[in-house]
C-alpha cells in the first residue's frame, strides 16, 4: 500500500507541476506508474483534456489513454520537428544524476522516441528506484531491444564486455519462449557491475571506460549502442 500510495502521490503531484491548461501535445510512457498520471490527468476533466492529444509509447500506453477517455494521436502523425508541450514515463532506477534505467516493461524504444521529442520530459518515480549507482536496486541488468536474428551475437558481446549472465528475457508466466516487445524485437537484459558515475565516491577515482570492467554511464550507453544488432538501450 505505501509503494502504490507514493507512486500516486508522485505522479499527481507531477501532473499538478508540469501539465499546464494550455499543453495541447503529451506524451504518455509505459507501466504501472505511469497508470497514475493518466488518472491524475483524465480527472482534470474534459474541458481541459479535450484540448490535448495524449501520445502513447506501446500497446500498454495506448490501451490506457483510450480507457481513460483521451484523445489519442501518434507521434509519426506531426511534423518530423514539431515537439510533444511535456511527456511523463516511469524508471526502473533513478541515480543523483537523473541518469535512468529504463525497459523493465519493455517498451524503451517508443518511451525514449516520444520523451526526445518531448519539450520536458518528466520521470516519475517512487522511493524505490532512487539509487546511489545505476545497477544497484535494480539488478536484472540493463534492458536492450534486439533485433531477432542477431540476439545471440548481441548475447557474445555483451559477455565479452564483461555483463554478468545477459539474457533474453522469456515470457513466462503468459508467453512460451522470449517476450517479443511492440516493434516485434526481443529484449535482453545485461547486468553489469559496478555501474559509475563520473565519480566513484568510495574510491575517488573517475569512472572509467570499461578497461578495467568500470564503466561511466556514458561510456557504456556509448559502447551498448554501437553494437550491432541493438536496436536501443535502456540508459
Ligand atoms: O519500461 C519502462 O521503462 C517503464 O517506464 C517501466 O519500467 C516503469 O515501470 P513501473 O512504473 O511499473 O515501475
Known amino acids: 500500500a505505501l509503494v502504490e500510495s507514493s507512486k500516486k502521490a508522485a505522479a499527481f503531484q507531477a501532473v499538478k507541476d508540469y501539465l499546464e491548461s494550455t499543453f495541447q501535445h503529451v506524451g504518455i510512457g509505459s507501466g504501472s506508474t505511469v497508470v497514475y498520471v493518466v488518472e491524475a490527468i483524465a480527472e482534470l476533466g474534459a474541458d481541459i483534456t479535450s484540448k490535448m492529444s495524449f501520445y502513447p509509447t506501446g500497446e500498454q500506453s495506448r490501451q490506457l489513454i483510450l480507457a481513460a477517455g483521451l484523445r489519442l494521436a501518434y507521434i509519426q502523425d506531426l511534423p518530423p520537428d514539431a515537439s510533444l508541450d511535456v511527456a511523463f514515463d516511469g524508471a526502473d532506477e533513478v541515480d543523483e544524476d537523473l541518469n535512468l534505467i529504463k525497459g523493465g516493461g519493455a517498451c524503451l524504444t517508443q518511451e525514449k522516441i516520444v520523451a526526445t521529442s518531448a519539450k520536458k520530459f518528466v520521470c516519475v518515480a517512487d522511493f524505490r528506484k532512487i539509487s546511489p549507482r545505476l545497477g544497484t536496486s535494480w539488478k536484472k541488468g540493463i534492458p536492450i531491444e534486439v533485433l531477432p536474428m542477431a540476439a545471440d551475437r548481441v548475447l557474445a558481446e555483451l559477455k565479452a564486455m564483461g555483463s554478468l549472465n545477459p539474457r533474453v528475457r522469456s515470457?513466462?508466466?503468459?508467453?512460451?519462449?522470449?517476450?517479443?516487445?511492440?516493434?516485434?524485437?526481443l529484449i535482453i537484459d545485461a547486468p553489469f557491475s559496478p555501474l559509475l558515475l563520473s565519480k566513484d565516491t568510495e574510491s575517488g577515482i573517475e569512472g572509467g571506460d570499461g578497461e578495467d570492467g568500470i564503466w561511466t554511464v556514458d561510456a557504456l550507453a556509448q559502447r551498448l549502442i554501437n553494437i550491432v544488432g541493438v536496436a536501443e538501450i535502456g540508459l
Open 171 to 185: 515470457g513466462l508466466p503468459g508467453k512460451a519462449g522470449p517476450i517479443v516487445t511492440d516493434n516485434g524485437m
